[in-house]
């Protein structure tokens, strides 16, 4: 009797360990959600002409992928280099940049792509069978300090913009230059960086604080009206890098309606990786001059993250800020590393798989996917019509 009983404890465990998970369960919930990526790169290879169309396999996405990987929107990273700050062609850059999604990559494939700028029209366009296409700038000095570019920038479609990018900027710190010295910093957001969030506040433009300094997090947390999210970050408790971020903020950004989007760059998921890569000239970015060669320097030097990392992180941040903080921003083809098990866009599905057999609902996993990031939006609609009706 006490040997059965053990065999049933040892079974119990078992079961709860390695909950077994059908293909058509993983199809079923899979396409059952909207899966909303909240940052992806391409962009900056499509602005130099990259068909996305075209079926090739040195990158993270293209159509085919995208299908493949069930998604149902994605944010466009309109990425503005900091090496634009200097000759002041940050501006012409951004509007470069979205030129490449509304042109390059929405014109270009009308079957496959239509533009979205809200929650409604992402649901509307899933269920026309298309892929929603969003945008959001990464680097505030986009704006080139006028809030009437980042006017400009809301009417072309931008609907997010992250406060900072490596560069500190005139009114925003960063976590990529805050231990540099020589570089003057502001203590967080300044008064103009305020301002900032309040005119995103009142247009209805997510702020997103993937790459900012913490401090600048958390000005920009007691400063906004509206939910905040980090588009592309991960958990600093599992992987100690300053683009992650800390338990007190995933904690503090999930009572006030925000969402970790959680980034598959091997560096933020795992120390391995994130030491590794330490070693390796990181100067350039995909589709830039020099890539060829530091790809292949990661490819030797840094052993990649796992599918099971992802998961870890995600069931971290849900353990911090609850279910209803977390959702999903690759950063795809913004990355040199990605996971073992999720490479590219086309392999969300494994994602699904692994989080049903972690013990995850159906449920749990379409607010993961984009439930979550569809609230916040709505938030952010919400707070920005109220505060135009004033
Ligand atoms: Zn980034």
């Not at 680097?139 to 900072?164: K, N, P, Q, V, W």
């Not at 992987?239 to 925000?258: F, S, Y």
């Amino acid at each position: 009797m006490r040997a059965f009983c053990l065999l049933c404890i040892a079974l119990c465990v078992c079961f709860a360990q390695t909950h077994s998970v059908t293909d058509a369960e993983v199809q079923r919930v899979h396409r059952s959600a909207i899966l909303i990526d909240t940052h992806n790169d391409i962009t900056s290879r499509t602005v130099d002409g990259y068909d996305i169309g075209k079926n090739k396999n040195d990158g993270h996405t293209n159509v085919t992928s995208l299908k493949e990987g069930g998604e149902g929107a994605q944010f466009f990273a309109v990425y503005v280099s900091s090496s634009y700050v200097k000759d002041n062609r940050s501006a012409h850059r951004t509007l470069e940049m979205i030129d490449t999604v509304r042109h390059g990559i929405v014109e270009r494939y009308p079957n496959d792509f239509t533009l979205a700028t809200t929650a409604d029209d992402i649901e509307r366009i899933h269920k026309q069978g298309k892929i929603a296409a969003l945008m959001g700038i990464e680097g505030g000095h986009a704006i080139e300090d006028s809030l009437g570019l980042l006017r400009d920038y809301f009417a072309l479609g931008i609907r997010y913009m992250t406060l900072t990018h490596t560069n500190t900027n005139g009114w925003a710190d960063s976590s990529g230059d805050i231990d540099k010295a020589g570089v003057q910093h502001h203590n967080g957001l300044t008064p103009f960086g305020k301002q900032v969030v309040g005119e995103m506040n009142r247009l209805g433009m997510i702020i997103d604080i993937s790459h900012t300094a913490d401090k600048t997090f958390w000005d920009a947390l007691a400063t906004s009206k509206a939910p905040i999210f980090a588009s592309h970050s991960s958990c600093r408790a599992l992987c100690n890098v300053p683009r992650n971020m800390t338990d007190e903020m995933i904690a503090a950004l999930g009572k006030k309606g925000g969402v970790i989007q959680i980034n598959f760059n091997c560096g933020f998921l795992s120390e391995k990786s994130a030491a590794a890569g330490k070693t390796v000239q990181d100067s350039t970015l995909p589709g830039q001059a020099g890539e060829d060669a530091t790809i292949a320097e990661y490819r030797k030097k840094v052993p990649p993250a796992t599918l099971e990392d992802v998961v870890a992180h995600i069931d971290h941040a849900v353990k911090i800020g609850g279910i209803d903080a977390v959702g999903i921003g690759s950063d795809f083809d913004g990355v040199f590393c990605t996971p073992k098990g999720l490479e590219d866009v086309s392999k969300f599905p494994n994602l699904t798989r692994a989080l049903l057999e972690k013990g995850y609902s159906a449920e749990d996993i379409r607010k993961i996917y984009g439930g979550n990031t569809l609230r916040l939006m709505r938030a952010v609609e919400a707070e920005a019509k109220r505060e135009q009706a004033n």
